[in-house]
Every structure is written in structure tokens, then in C-alpha cells.
């Protein structure tokens, strides 16, 4: 009997030293973690400044170049490939940059950083579904989207919606309808033309876009 207390005793004693030396251990990790880093603005620019940038005879031009590193797609929605397939829902984002600023294949980094971040505007943000052949889709329509167009570092602040097709097509235009905007967009509609120009570093889409409105707040 006493031998199987003190052997209960050291194996609590033991207990107790592990579970301490773990908590030891845990709260020097904590410790020895850096800050989290502060979100940085998208945009170096006021959304007035931004919107001035883009603005000529009451049309809105700009160039989007999306951050591929930020394009997640529904797994669950997949050809046998592995590539999404009709129907697959999906969301990415990028940058709003000046009209010509974009070429075929330049305006962000391999790492998903814009290339020129003096020059950046705002943020794009697109979600959607694949249509036609998925990713397959050789010509046409590839997606049907709702695209949202944040001018200056505040979401929300100053900001401009559209919805329709995408192409797959370069140099192809299509149309998409305006729905709505904030701020000095408020109550606005009218039409978005857009252009593919090409792929950048990081797969994603280099687009041009013109935008005739009506009915925006002054």
C-alpha cells in the first residue's frame, strides 16, 4: 500500500512539473510573437482624389489589375481536371489604377503587391459563377459577375457596382449594367464597357473600363 501512494505521489508530482513546463512553454511562444500587423490602405489617395484621376467629360475611366493570389474558388464545383465548371462560385480583387497605365501583363507583383502602388486608386472586388465551359471556355462568356469599384483607402466610402458577363476574349468589349454606388455615386446607373487586355504575374486579369452614369449624386 505505501509503495502504491508513493508511486501515485511522484506520478502526480510528475503531472504537475509536464503541465508547467507546457504552460511555460505556451507563454513564451505568446510572447515571442510579433504584433499583428496594421492593415495598410489600399490607396495613398482620398476617394476625391481618386475619383478626379479617372474622371473625363463625366466618364469614368480607369484600368483593374487583379491580385491572382486572391482568387478562391468553390472546390466542391469542379471539372475532372480540377479547374472550375459551370455553375462554380468564386471571389478575387485588385487594383484600380489610371487609364493606360495597364499592358497586357503588367500592374501587380508575382507576390500579389501592386507593381505601382503610387499610382494605385482603389480596390476592385469581383464574385461570381463560372458559365459556358467553366474554365474551359475558349470564347465568350466566362463568368457572369457583381463587381464592386472602391475609390480611395475607406470601403464603402465612394463606390461604384455593375453585374454582367466577363469575357474570355482579348480585346473584346462587353457591356455591364451600373446598380447603384455610395457617397458621391449614390443613385447612380448607366453602363460599364470593359476590356480584357491580358494575364500579369499572378494569372489574374489586366482589364480596361469605361463608365458612362446617370443620375449620380453631384
Do not use: H, K
Request: hydrophobic letters at 40%.
Amino acid at each position: 500500500m505505501i509503495s502504491m501512494i508513493r508511486s501515485m505521489n511522484i506520478a502526480r508530482i510528475a503531472y504537475v512539473l509536464l503541465l508547467a513546463l507546457s504552460l511555460m512553454g505556451m507563454g513564451a511562444s505568446v510572447s515571442a510573437q510579433e504584433p499583428a500587423a496594421t492593415p495598410q490602405p489600399i490607396s495613398s489617395r482620398s476617394a476625391e482624389e481618386s475619383i478626379a484621376a479617372t474622371t473625363d467629360d463625366g466618364v469614368l475611366r480607369f484600368d483593374v489589375a487583379e491580385d491572382g493570389t486572391r482568387f478562391v474558388f468553390d472546390p466542391d464545383l469542379v471539372d475532372d481536371d480540377g479547374m472550375p465548371a459551370y455553375g462554380t462560385s468564386f471571389i478575387t480583387g485588385g487594383y484600380l489604377y489610371p487609364a493606360g497605365t495597364l499592358s497586357d501583363g503588367n500592374g501587380v507583383n508575382a507576390d500579389g503587391s501592386p507593381e505601382f502602388p503610387d499610382q494605385v486608386l482603389g480596390e476592385w472586388i469581383c464574385r461570381g459563377w463560372f458559365v459556358g465551359d467553366g474554365m474551359r471556355t475558349t470564347s465568350g462568356a466566362l463568368v457572369v459577375t457583381s463587381q464592386l469599384y472602391t475609390f480611395g483607402s475607406t470601403p464603402g466610402e465612394a463606390m461604384i457596382s455593375s453585374d454582367g458577363y466577363e469575357l474570355v476574349d482579348v480585346g473584346v468589349e462587353v457591356s455591364r449594367a451600373i446598380t447603384g454606388g455610395t457617397g458621391p455615386f449614390f443613385g447612380t446607373g448607366g453602363e460599364t464597357r470593359q476590356i480584357l487586355l491580358g494575364l500579369n504575374a499572378t494569372e489574374g486579369v489586366n482589364l480596361q473600363f469605361e463608365l458612362e452614369l446617370d443620375n449620380a449624386a453631384s
